[in-house]
């Protein structure tokens, strides 16, 4: 018997029997392996979603000017203070954006069996390459001596820190690991937790904010859009770890258990007080506008968010968000006057070729 599939706007006619044991067949972890990339029916329809959303966001860093930036980058009119949060920026995400990616290429998409989480995955993994590579455009319009950054993850502990806190759940989950064990699947299940919600949900947030309050004061405007854009994309990254996270418990029950929900509650504190540390090291003197200990009330504001969105309870109830303004700048197609033209006209050929986001 036929069935009719909708996706957005698009019919497809399966089999009925078939379809229905391809979908049995679909599993976050252990599901049907195969080559091709047999999206149909599809399962996870939330990670086609973000896939499409994530594909109308598309932007390149030459679409940003840098020459304001370059220019307050050479004058006086720039503090050290300032100078030094844009070099702590650059320095960190440089590393950064490269252990996301190599951890999406390396261990979760291995390790996944479903297409269409290997789809959304794919593309998680360009936007690191994307991000990393608007890193790189700020380097070389400023100026800066590349080592001197490289210097910087390497040097500076704090940094050193918080690569070593993601980088040592990843490691050791290569492509081969055995996911028949609770043991291993709960390694993988806290990667996710520590990537998606610890990691691009709580310690990307530090800078995010610093950055975007520059920008918010009219410094380094070229940059601050960049890490907006940047912003928005791991707003859909953290919706991709954690919606991954929540279907593999899902599946895989036996992971769940109270020693393990409080094993990412203390991890979510370590990675709390690692980026307060960061913080710290960011803002060693008070900055116009920039207070060390608003920032770090963000943070606790931030992870809690995290926390609630995995069902684990908060580590510190109540705590109010000290930066709203920053809370409104994350949807940032509020933004009028901001690189409105590439964006739309992105939108629009998807939206043209395929139906619009609002379809599906
Ligand atoms: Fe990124
Ligand atoms: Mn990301």
Redesign the pocket.
């Known amino acids: 018997m036929d069935k009719v599939f909708k996706i957005g706007n698009r019919e497809f006619v399966l089999d009925q029997d078939k379809a229905e044991a391809a979908y049995q067949a679909k599993r976050v972890i252990n599901g049907y392996k195969s080559m091709a990339f047999n999206l149909l029916p599809l399962k996870y329809q939330w990670a086609y979603d973000l896939y499409r959303t994530m594909k109308a966001n598309h932007w390149e860093p030459e679409d940003i000017q840098m020459q304001k930036d370059i220019e307050q980058w050479r004058s006086n009119d720039i503090t050290q203070n300032e100078r030094w949060i844009i070099m702590m920026g650059i320095g960190y995400?440089s590393a950064?954006?490269g252990i996301?990616g190599d951890n999406i290429q390396h261990v979760v998409r291995e390790l996944v069996t479903a297409p269409e989480l290997k789809l959304v995955l794919g593309r998680h993994a360009h936007?690191?390459n994307i991000?990393a590579d608007s890193l790189l455009y700020m380097i070389s319009s400023l100026g800066i001596n590349p080592h001197e950054c490289e210097a910087l993850f390497e040097q500076i502990p704090s940094i050193v820190k918080k690569n070593e806190f993601v980088t040592r759940t990843s490691h050791s989950l290569r492509r081969d690991l055995d996911l028949t064990t609770v043991e291993n699947q709960r390694l993988l299940a806290k990667n996710c937790f520590v990537f998606g919600q610890c990691m691009?949900g709580t310690q990307?947030y530090g800078l995010f904010g610093m950055i975007l309050s520059l920008a918010r004061q009219q410094k380094f405007v070229g940059i601050g859009q960049m890490f907006q854009y940047?912003l928005r994309?791991?707003s859909n990254?953290i919706e991709v770890f954690r919606n991954l996270f929540m279907d593999l418990i899902e599946e895989n029950p036996d992971i769940w258990t109270p020693e393990f929900r409080q094993e990412l509650v203390d991890t979510m504190r370590e990675a709390v007080a690692l980026e307060k540390e960061f913080i710290r090291d960011c803002l060693p003197v008070a900055t116009v506008g920039l207070s060390s200990e608003e920032f770090e009330q963000y943070i606790d504001f931030v992870a809690d968010k995290r926390l609630d969105g995995c069902g684990l309870p908060l580590l510190n109830p109540g705590v109010k968000n000290p930066l709203p303004w920053l809370a409104e700048q994350q949807d940032i197609k509020r933004e009028t006057n901001f690189f409105e033209g590439r964006v739309t006209e992105y939108q629009k050929a998807s939206s043209l070729l395929l139906g619009s986001d609002d379809d599906l």
């Open positions: 995400f950064a954006e996301v936007e690191e991000h691009e990307f940047t994309d791991e990254h």
